[in-house]
């Protein structure tokens, strides 16, 4: 019986993890659930699974939280509030695994302290790696903790890597990843027509159901970007031995070429409870509630080059991890200044591009060697990147 800390229970991935633990009660016991502020969602899970805690980022929602836990047949569970209390429940003592599954920077912290505690790490949280890079791989060999990718398609490429394989190590012999994408809801769009696409338009995503801001990352392909970056640090593979593939069908997860001319591919249905249960099983696997994949229905896959000048935001981000240092740090934090920005209208959909580069442009990539110079480039970062949001609407 495994204790599962799960850091952003209340989102999509989240629940999709829920809907796996609640699969299997005799391998996984909920130790704890954390939300930033949504607390109706927050309650009903910790009705469902009874796990020890439960953390409210939110002080002013923890308050409200607690009123209603202290009226229910809950009432024993202890409530935690404030950020650092995300930390404290990644670390207890029965906590084997941890599910990273926070969006963006405000998962770093915790994540990493999960790292550093030696706990089973489930990286769904692609923000907090490629913020800390070789930080957050270093804390991982160093504390012997178990690192093991949630994002469809590095948990793909783990698959596909020579029996044994542990993440931040480079197979020899795998001489290519092709990092597959779906192209998003934009990828036919005329060119003229993407400055005045919505956000309602593009947090519809054709193949996957997420959380907004990385439906956003994907409509851009700065999703792409990132996972480009993830998979350098997860697989410790160079950014031009990476190939981005755009497969609208979203069947092949990805794919690593091997030096005999094999290439070996994990495939099913876009559904993300099939990498979840891969990793809370491994090196096992169990049930993941995903319907058999009918390949008949599939019928045929495609195959195409990512257009640059469509998605600028996939070169920003070859840029930034070619340039090293702080400049991924850069670039993750511009991004998420600059999805904030387009979701609450304030920018249009094609100046997200325009502001990472503007702010990538004021930095140098300074050492990101430990975390407070991370921290400082982040802060930095986002500070730059209002001030080119403002000067683009002066
Ligand atoms: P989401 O927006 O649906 O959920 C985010 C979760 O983080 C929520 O539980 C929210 O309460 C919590 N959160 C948000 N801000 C916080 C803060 N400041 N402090 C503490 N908690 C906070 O997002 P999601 O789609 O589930 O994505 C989560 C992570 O997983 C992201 O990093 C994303 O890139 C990655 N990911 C998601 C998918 C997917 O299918 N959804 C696939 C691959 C990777
Ligand atoms: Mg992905």
């Known amino acids: ?49 009874r796990p020890e805690y439960a953390v409210v980022v939110d002080e002013a929602k923890a308050a409200d939280f607690c009123e209603k836990i202290a009226a229910s047949p809950i009432a024993d569970m202890s409530v935690l509030s404030g950020p650092r209390a995300l930390e404290q429940v990644a670390t ?34 692609k ?37 044994n394989y542990v993440a931040g190590h480079r197979a020899k012999q795998a001489r290519r990843i092709l990092l597959t994408a779906s ?19 593009a947090v519809a995503h054709p193949k996957w159901d997420m959380g907004r801001k990385i439906s956003v990352d994907s409509a851009t392909m700065m999703n792409k970007g990132l996972e480009l970056i993830e998979a350098c640090l997860l697989f410790d593979m160079e950014p031009d031995d990476i190939q981005v593939v755009i497969h609208p069908q979203s069947i092949i997860h990805s794919m690593v070429d091997y030096v005999d001319g094999s290439v070996l591919a994990q495939m099913g249905n876009p559904d993300m409870r099939t990498p979840i249960a891969h990793a809370m099983a491994w090196p096992e696997r169990f049930d993941s509630g995903v319907a058999p994949l009918n390949i008949f229905e599939v019928a045929h896959m495609d195959f195409e080059q990512p257009d640059l000048q469509r998605f600028p935001c996939l070169k920003l981000a070859y840029e930034a991890i070619k340039a090293g240092g702080i400049m991924p740090t850069v670039l993750n934090a511009a991004n998420e200044i600059a999805v904030d920005a387009f979701l609450s209208e304030k920018v249009r959909f094609t100046d997200i591009a325009l502001i990472i580069e503007q702010s990538m442009a004021r930095f140098a990539p300074e050492s990101a060697d430990t975390l407070d110079l991370v921290l400082a480039a982040d802060r930095k970062a986002r500070d730059v990147a209002e001030q080119v949001i403002q000067a683009l609407s002066a």
């Open 92 to 125: 207890l003592a029965n906590v084997d695994t941890v599910m990273a599954a926070i969006v963006g920077a405000a998962g770093l912290l915790p994540t990493l302290a999960a790292a550093k505690a030696g706990k089973t790490v489930l990286l769904a949280n």
């Open 1 to 49: 019986m495994k204790g599962i800390c799960i850091l952003g229970a209340t989102g999509s991935i989240g629940v999709s993890t829920l809907d796996v633990v609640g699969r299997h009660p005799d391998l996984y016991k909920v130790v704890a659930l954390t939300a930033n502020g949504n607390i109706d969602g927050l309650f009903q899970q910790c009705m469902q699974h």
């Open 127 to 163: 923000e907090a790696l490629v913020m800390s890079g070789q930080i957050f791989m270093q804390a991982v060999s160093a504390s012997g903790a178990t690192l093991l990718p949630i994002d469809s398609e590095h948990n793909a490429i783990f698959q596909c890597m020579p029996a």
């Open 183 to 201: 192209g998003g809801p934009f990828r036919k769009t005329p060119l003229e027509a993407l400055p005045d696409v919505t956000p309602e338009q």
